[in-house]
Each structure stands twice: as structure tokens, then as C-alpha cells.
């Protein structure tokens, strides 16, 4: 079972299946979902939280008709943070996204409407992303006299590379549906709810075991910034540990038995 009850989160709204799934809903609809700094020490508190509390996988919604506007520019106009204030804030940005992609539970997220700037840098923090086609991705920052700070030229530029990257930075450029995929902005693109499938793909994954999930969530990300033989080498250790471990028993031997299911196009 999943304890989510000493967890106070003041916009993020969370809800336990008992197959190990947790939903985490954006709750600042009125906002587009913009992410203000008590959002941002939600994320960080969460994802600091669910690889201990049975979390098997996580679908990150979020309510009203956009998943993330980004960054909630009233606030930060507000606040006239210093060059050193905003730093340190972009830098619990950094923290709350990188738990989410290393943290070794496999993250789905289901886009819809804007998934705009710290939208888009939220979004590429996790695993799966499945659009629906009311989703559009953009990065303005260049237009509102600002840079990115959550990770977009890292994680953004690896989805879609640097050229791509620097275009939509520089003009504005919005992508959405079938060209969004293509580009790698999504894995998915579906006519109905995004949640519908995003919740699907997280029970799927729940099915694995957690140490497969841990290996996948978290170490392909470690490998992706190492040398090429260090990351045959980090490859080759976890490989030894994950694919021995007693838990896999049962599932090779249905292999072995021929009773387990075989993988086939449909």
C-alpha cells in the first residue's frame, strides 16, 4: 500500500491505487498550472518521498484544460527576486526535476493544452509523455526577455537536439500533435484523454519489478552522462545485479516453460 497521508502538499493533489500507482494532479488550474515556488517544493518533496513509500510508478496530471504554463511570471514580476535569489530557486527547480528522472520510478505524464517553458522543462524530466491533441509546446522565454532555467537546454536539447532547441528559444516555434512526436517531444499521441493512456502505461510498468523500473529510470540517465566506457562499464555492473536478482527467478522460468507471454506485434 502506498502512505501517502503524512505528505502535505499545498498544489499538488495525490491519489493511491492499490496497484502501486500514484497520481499527482497540478492543482493551479486558475494559473494554467504555472509553477510557483510552494509548487516547486511540492515537486521536491514528493519525488524525495515515493521511492520509499510503494510507489511502483507515478502519472503526473494536472487539472483544467493545460498540463503547465511554466514559470507563474506574476509571481516572480512580484517577488523583483535578486540575480542570486532566482539562482537559488532555479536551482530547487534542478533538484525537484532530477529526482523525478533519477529517482528510479518510472514517471508518465499526461500533457494537454500548454505545456509551455518550465511546462516543457517539467515535462522532459519525466519518463513517458503522452499528448493529446490539444497539446502545444513552447519555449518563450526569448520573447519575454528571459532564459530558461529548469533544465531546458539539457534535457530539451536532448529530445529534440541543440538546432531545434536554439529555433524554438529564438522564435517561439510551437509544435504540437503528430509533429511534436516526431521530434521527440512525446512518445504518444492519442485523440482521447492523455490521462486514459498515461494510466494505462503506468500500470504496465507497475507490473515490472521495482529494481528492473530503478534500473531503467535512473541508470540510463546516469550512462547518458558518462564516457562510452564508463558507460559500458556502470551497463555491465547493473546488468549483473538486476539480472540475477531472486525475484526474476519466477519470470524465467515461465520464459523457460514457454507459459510466459511472448512479445508480438499486434
Not at 157 to 175: E, F, H, N, Q, S
Not at 204 to 209: E, R
Not at 231 to 253: F, S
Amino acid at each position: 500500500m502506498i502512505d501517502i497521508q503524512h505528505l502535505n502538499l499545498a498544489n499538488i493533489r495525490l491519489d493511491a491505487h492499490d496497484d502501486g500507482v500514484l497520481v499527482a494532479t497540478l492543482n493551479r488550474a486558475a494559473k494554467r498550472n504555472a509553477l510557483d515556488a510552494a509548487t516547486i517544493e511540492d515537486l521536491v518533496t514528493l519525488f524525495s518521498t515515493v521511492p520509499r513509500i510503494g510507489v511502483r510508478a507515478v502519472v503526473l496530471a494536472a487539472e483544467g484544460d493545460h498540463f503547465c504554463a511554466g514559470l507563474d511570471l506574476v509571481e516572480h514580476y512580484k517577488a523583483d527576486r535578486g540575480p542570486a535569489e532566482f539562482m537559488h530557486l532555479c536551482l530547487r527547480w534542478h533538484e525537484a526535476f532530477n529526482k523525478m528522472e533519477y529517482g528510479g520510478i518510472p514517471v508518465i505524464a499526461a500533457l494537454k493544452g500548454a505545456v509551455v517553458g518550465g511546462g516543457l522543462e517539467l515535462a522532459s524530466a519525466v519518463h513517458i509523455r503522452v499528448a493529446d491533441t490539444s497539446t502545444y509546446f513552447a519555449l518563450p522565454e526569448g520573447q519575454r526577455g528571459l532564459f530558461t532555467g529548469g533544465g531546458a537546454t539539457i534535457r530539451v536539447g536532448d529530445l529534440i537536439g541543440k538546432a531545434r532547441l536554439v529555433d524554438m528559444m529564438l522564435t517561439g516555434r510551437i509544435y504540437k500533435g503528430q509533429d511534436a512526436v516526431d521530434i521527440g517531444l512525446a512518445q504518444y499521441l492519442v485523440e482521447g484523454s492523455s490521462f486514459d493512456k498515461a494510466l494505462q502505461l503506468a500500470q504496465l510498468a507497475a507490473k515490472n519489478l521495482p529494481l528492473s523500473n530503478f534500473a531503467i529510470c535512473s541508470a540510463v540517465s546516469h550512462m547518458q552522462n558518462m564516457s562510452g566506457l564508463d558507460a559500458a562499464y556502470a551497463e555491465a555492473v547493473m546488468a549483473g545485479l538486476v539480472n540475477t536478482q531472486p525475484e526474476a527467478r519466477e519470470r524465467l522460468e515461465a520464459f523457460a516453460n514457454k507459459t510466459a507471454a511472448r512479445v508480438r506485434p499486434d
